[in-house]
């Protein structure tokens, strides 16, 4: 009886403890299209980084695994490594492809095991100090494929070691959901860095127009702004340097120290702070001067410190620019009140993501924008601060003029009138030659005859179409058409005559293409090619047809000459399994040869059976 309840005491304590040892287990509903894994995560902090995926499994285990109550883990700048595991199984009754993604490209080193019952742990290795040619997915964040098989577990733990903010935004994805998510970041940066340089662009004229350092100092702002985002987000590595990760760590510092260096220099420069607070300018001057620093160690230091040592600069810097400004307004000078309201945005978007980086604010949509939000706000309002500026110059200049004579301002207003005038005349002029342009570009791809496409423009666009189909394996289709017996009927009626069918030729071709994507062209005196991308062999045959019997009832009358033509046609439709689009030309005109020499008048498009090939 003792034993009895003895073992009923260990089976109670096993079912206790057992479970401790594994990840929570998901089920994946059907029709999931995006799922958030931080609620659901269970992370492991590993102090010492000794920890092994083996170690993990043992059922005994003793891990203190801590449930998340975040909806992405955050945990700052930290030297530890971190695990992560949890347990997914499909609700449904067909296996399904998902993309699991970490959307932070700064993390060094990644490692994911999925584990399946009765297999051997598979490892996929990631990060930022890995080149970006061994990703298996080439994306600028971290993108895993996972297939969930309905009644089958399978464990992912995650292993997270980086240098930078260690931050885990883990997310299941569907293909559809991720490419629509994805292009909708996509456009949101686009937009954020398209401001950017937009601004620094029309900023770096008026820099070269008035030769003023404060429109240089704002074009460096603005171009330091989109280099720390494309850093962020990973773009400079997939683009600019995919097989040096080293330049990675580097990268960030160097951005970031150049948004300490050039507000500094360019609030000193805008708000005259060399003359008005000396004080305040050489404060401004030392923290340039500090970001210098920050900027070399980036090459000849430790990462973590020397970002945590910026972004400290970035918060002060901005603090001291911030009431550089207040100052500056209490002081009454005109343009300090615009440049503070622009330097609000950048104050409060800052800290928000500073706070965010160093782990005392959650990983949120807000924290992790909010420098591009406010960055993108303090620019445009920096913009209309500098031009404010000018205009305020401007209208001081104005009134000075008043003081001259009546004539002196008639012939100013004239002036005026005088280049809005050249301006009118200017764009109409643009879109005249804008009109003339495009009527080149079209008569450059059109045969003049035929109204058709000409052969170079068919050549350019087949190959484009030929290696689409052989991306997508999709069929496409080519018909080759000749007239017969032009040269005949060239030395029978005449060359007007005979250009009088080759345009009638094009025109009943022309009529005979439906789909904006088939192409007709001429391609070479009497013979003509139509191509049909996505279209199977029955399609082609359909369209062949139509265009044989419209030239079999249409009559082309010239003077009192009425003429009928016929034309052969070789037909060659596949689905491209190679890269060699000269191929299906070639078959194509086979056909065509094929066609004139069973008699004209009809279609082919096989060649081993002519009589089941032909169509009269």
Same mark, same amino acid.
Request: with cysteine; net charge neutral; aromatic share 10%.
């Given at each position: 009886?003792?034993?009895?309840?003895?073992?009923?005491?260990?089976?109670?304590?096993?079912?206790?403890?057992?479970?401790?040892?594994?990840?929570?287990?998901?089920?994946?509903?059907?029709?999931?299209?995006?799922?958030?894994?931080?609620?659901?995560?269970?992370?492991?902090?590993?102090?010492?980084?000794?920890?092994?995926?083996?170690?993990?499994?043992?059922?005994?285990? #003793?891990?203190?695994?801590?449930?998340?109550?975040?909806?992405?883990?955050?945990?700052?700048?930290?030297?530890?490594?971190?695990?992560?595991?949890?347990?997914?199984?499909?609700?449904?009754?067909?296996?399904?492809?998902?993309? +699991?993604?970490? #959307?932070?490209?700064?993390?060094?080193?990644?490692?994911?095991?999925?584990?399946?019952?009765? =297999?051997?742990?598979?490892?996929?290795?990631?990060?930022?100090?890995?080149?970006?040619?061994?990703?298996?997915?080439? !994306?600028?964040?971290?993108?895993?494929?996972?297939?969930?098989?309905?009644?089958?577990?399978?464990?992912?733990?995650?292993?997270?070691?980086?240098?930078?903010?260690?931050?885990?935004?883990?997310?299941?994805?569907?293909?559809?959901?991720?490419?629509?998510?994805?292009?909708?970041?996509?456009?949101?940066?686009?937009?954020?860095?398209?401001?950017? +340089?937009?601004?620094?662009?029309?900023?770096?004229?008026?820099?070269?127009?008035?030769?003023?350092?404060?429109?240089?100092?704002?074009?460096?702002?603005?171009?330091?702004?989109?280099?720390?985002?494309?850093?962020?987000?990973?773009?400079?590595?997939?683009?600019?340097?995919?097989?040096?990760?080293?330049?990675?760590?580097?990268?960030?510092?160097?951005?970031?120290?150049?948004?300490?260096?050039?507000?500094?220099?360019?609030?000193?420069?805008?708000?005259?702070?060399?003359?008005?607070?000396?004080?305040?300018?050489?404060?401004?001057?030392?923290?340039?001067?500090?970001?210098?620093?920050?900027?070399?160690?980036?090459?000849?230091?430790?990462?973590?410190?020397?970002?945590?040592?910026?972004?400290?600069?970035?918060?002060?810097?901005?603090?001291?620019?911030?009431?550089?400004?207040?100052?500056?307004?209490?002081?009454?000078?005109?343009?300090?009140?615009?440049?503070? @309201? #622009?330097?609000?945005?950048? /104050?409060?978007?800052?800290?928000?993501?500073?706070?965010?980086?160093?782990?005392? @604010?959650?990983?949120?949509?807000?924290?992790?924008?909010?420098? =591009?939000?406010?960055?993108?706000?303090?620019?445009?309002?920096?913009?209309?601060? +500098?031009?404010?500026?000018?205009?305020?110059?401007?209208?001081?200049?104005?009134?000075?003029?008043?003081?001259?004579?009546?004539?002196?301002?008639?012939?100013?207003?004239?002036?005026?009138?005088?280049?809005?005038?050249?301006?009118?005349?200017?764009?109409?002029?643009?879109?005249?030659?804008?009109?003339?342009?495009?009527?080149?570009?079209?008569?450059?791809?059109?045969?003049?005859?035929?109204?058709?496409?000409?052969?170079?423009?068919?050549? =350019?666009?087949?190959?484009?179409?030929?290696?689409?189909? !052989?991306?997508?394996?999709?069929?496409?289709?080519?018909?080759?058409?000749?007239?017969?017996?032009?040269?005949? /009927?060239?030395?029978?009626?005449?060359?007007?005559?005979?250009?009088?069918?080759?345009?009638?030729?094009?025109?009943?071709?022309?009529?005979?293409?439906?789909?904006?994507?088939?192409?007709?062209?001429?391609?070479?005196?009497?013979?003509?090619?139509?191509?049909?991308?996505?279209?199977?062999?029955?399609?082609?045959? !359909?369209?062949?047809?139509?265009?044989?019997?419209?030239?079999?009832?249409?009559?082309?009358?010239?003077?009192?000459?009425?003429?009928?033509?016929?034309?052969?046609?070789?037909?060659?439709?596949?689905?491209?399994?190679?890269?060699?689009?000269?191929?299906?030309?070639?078959?194509?005109?086979? !056909? +065509?040869?094929?066609?004139?020499?069973?008699?004209?008048?009809?279609?082919?498009?096989?060649?081993?059976?002519?009589?089941?090939?032909?169509?009269?």
């Amino acid at each position: 009886m003792t034993i009895r309840i003895l073992l009923k005491l260990l089976a109670v304590c096993g079912l206790l403890i057992v479970p401790s040892a594994y990840a929570q287990t998901l089920s994946i509903l059907p029709d999931t299209q995006q799922l958030v894994l931080g609620p659901y995560l269970e992370y492991l902090e590993d102090a010492s980084g000794s920890y092994q995926i083996d170690d993990l499994l043992q059922a005994g285990s #003793a891990h203190p695994w801590q449930k998340s109550d975040q909806k992405i883990l955050n945990f700052g700048y930290t030297d530890s490594v971190y695990w992560v595991r949890l347990t997914l199984n499909q609700a449904g009754t067909q296996p399904q492809r998902y993309w +699991l993604e970490v #959307a932070y490209p700064a993390l060094d080193h990644i490692q994911l095991y999925i584990v399946r019952p009765g =297999q051997s742990p598979q490892l996929i290795e990631v990060g930022d100090r890995l080149p970006y040619q061994q990703r298996l997915v080439d !994306h600028p964040s971290f993108l895993f494929p996972f297939e969930a098989v309905p009644g089958e577990d399978a464990s992912l733990y995650l292993r997270v070691a980086t240098s930078s903010s260690l931050q885990i935004p883990f997310t299941l994805w569907r293909g559809e959901a991720f490419i629509q998510k994805d292009y909708e970041r996509t456009v949101g940066i686009s937009i954020f860095i398209g401001i950017m +340089l937009v601004m620094a662009a029309y900023n770096f004229l008026l820099f070269i127009s008035v030769r003023e350092a404060s429109y240089f100092y704002y074009v460096m702002y603005a171009l330091s702004m989109v280099g720390l985002t494309a850093g962020i987000e990973g773009i400079t590595f997939k683009f600019l340097w995919p097989g040096q990760p080293a330049w990675n760590d580097p990268f960030l510092v160097l951005a970031l120290s150049g948004m300490v260096l050039f507000p500094c220099l360019f609030t000193r420069s805008f708000l005259n702070m060399s003359k008005a607070r000396p004080q305040l300018s050489w404060l401004l001057l030392l923290l340039a001067g500090l970001s210098i620093l920050t900027a070399v160690g980036s090459f000849v230091l430790d990462y973590r410190l020397m970002m945590v040592t910026t972004m400290l600069l970035t918060m002060v810097s901005i603090v001291i620019n911030f009431i550089s400004g207040v100052v500056r307004w209490y002081d009454g000078y005109y343009a300090a009140r615009y440049y503070n @309201l #622009a330097w609000s945005f950048i /104050l409060g978007g800052g800290m928000i993501m500073a706070l965010g980086k160093l782990g005392f @604010l959650p990983r949120t949509w807000l924290t992790e924008h909010a420098g =591009q939000i406010g960055a993108a706000l303090e620019i445009l309002l920096l913009s209309f601060a +500098l031009a404010n500026r000018m205009n305020y110059e401007r209208k001081t200049r104005e009134a000075a003029q008043q003081e001259s004579a009546e004539a002196q301002r008639k012939l100013l207003q004239m002036q005026i009138k005088l280049n809005q005038d050249l301006d009118r005349l200017i764009q109409a002029r643009t879109s005249e030659l804008e009109k003339a342009n495009e009527r080149l570009q079209e008569m450059s791809i059109t045969d003049e005859l035929t109204q058709l496409r000409n052969r170079r423009f068919f050549d =350019q666009n087949y190959s484009k179409e030929y290696m689409l189909a !052989h991306r997508n394996r999709w069929p496409i289709a080519v018909l080759m058409i000749d007239i017969d017996h032009f040269k005949e /009927l060239n030395d029978t009626h005449g060359h007007l005559t005979g250009d009088l069918c080759l345009a009638k030729a094009g025109e009943l071709i022309g009529q005979s293409i439906q789909r904006p994507s088939d192409l007709a062209a001429r391609y070479g005196g009497e013979e003509f090619i139509v191509l049909m991308p996505n279209t199977d062999e029955q399609g082609a045959l !359909h369209v062949a047809e139509n265009i044989l019997q419209a030239f079999r009832r249409t009559e082309v009358t010239y003077g009192e000459k009425t003429i009928r033509m016929t034309v052969s046609i070789g037909v060659a439709c596949q689905v491209p399994d190679d890269s060699k689009p000269e191929n299906l030309l070639k078959l194509a005109d086979n !056909h +065509l040869y094929q066609a004139k020499a069973q008699g004209r008048n009809q279609v082919v498009w096989q060649c081993s059976n002519p009589s089941a090939s032909s169509m009269n």
